[in-house]
């Protein structure tokens, strides 16, 4: 029995392909350079390593998120900064002014307390307070609903959640 002959096809020549030139991006000198936007504008931009921007590209490949030091997310002026932290704080700045904070104190606790301890803040609707006296660092433990209530009459209901005491 005779195996039956396939026909092969020649195959059409390959081409050979010219690779595109690659030059070596020049590292620059300093801290930082000038680099245009796809919105016309000119910024400075950190200077990155190769092995940093490697490894931001791994990060980027592996979890899902951008590189840390991409160029159009590092360039920000200090107005932007500002605006952004006061934009994240919910304070009123008349609401927390030494002044008023260091009456809600001492209506809080009463006097005895309040020269022993001191409200430093209110942020994020945590009280810090500050003490360097271990019988009053309990004493204030012992106390803290009634400090949370008595701080929220005097600064508004939902002013402080939560207390915070700091040894020192």
């Known amino acids: 029995m005779a195996t039956p002959r396939r026909r092969v096809r020649k195959a059409a020549p390959?081409?050979?392909v010219q690779?595109?030139?690659?030059?070596?991006?020049?590292?620059?000198?300093?801290?930082?350079?000038?680099?245009?936007?796809?919105?016309g504008s000119v910024r400075p931009v950190r200077n990155s390593t190769?092995?940093?921007?490697?490894?931001?590209q791994a990060m980027a490949d592996f979890f899902?998120?951008?590189?840390?030091l991409n160029p159009s997310a590092n360039v920000r002026n200090m107005e932007s900064v500002?605006?952004?932290l006061i934009?994240?704080?919910d304070v009123s700045l008349a609401e927390h002014a030494p002044e008023v904070l260091s009456e809600a104190w001492l209506h809080a606790v009463g006097p005895f307390l309040s020269t022993k301890a001191e409200l430093l803040s209110i942020a994020?609707?945590?009280a810090r307070i500050r003490t360097s006296h271990p019988a009053v660092r309990f004493e204030l433990m012992r106390q803290k609903?009634?400090?949370?209530?008595?701080?929220?009459?005097?600064?508004g209901e939902g002013s402080v959640k939560t207390v915070q005491i700091v040894h020192g």
């Open 14 to 16: 390959i081409e050979p």
């Open 19 to 39: 690779a595109p030139e690659v030059r070596p991006r020049p590292e620059p000198a300093g801290l930082y350079h000038e680099e245009l936007f796809p919105d």
């Open 50 to 56: 190769r092995a940093e921007r490697e490894s931001g």
């Open 64 to 68: 899902g998120v951008q590189p840390q």
């Open 82 to 84: 500002l605006a952004a």
């Open 87 to 89: 934009s994240k704080m």
């Open 124 to 126: 994020r609707k945590q």
């Open 145 to 155: 609903a009634q400090i949370i209530r008595a701080l929220n009459a005097a600064l």
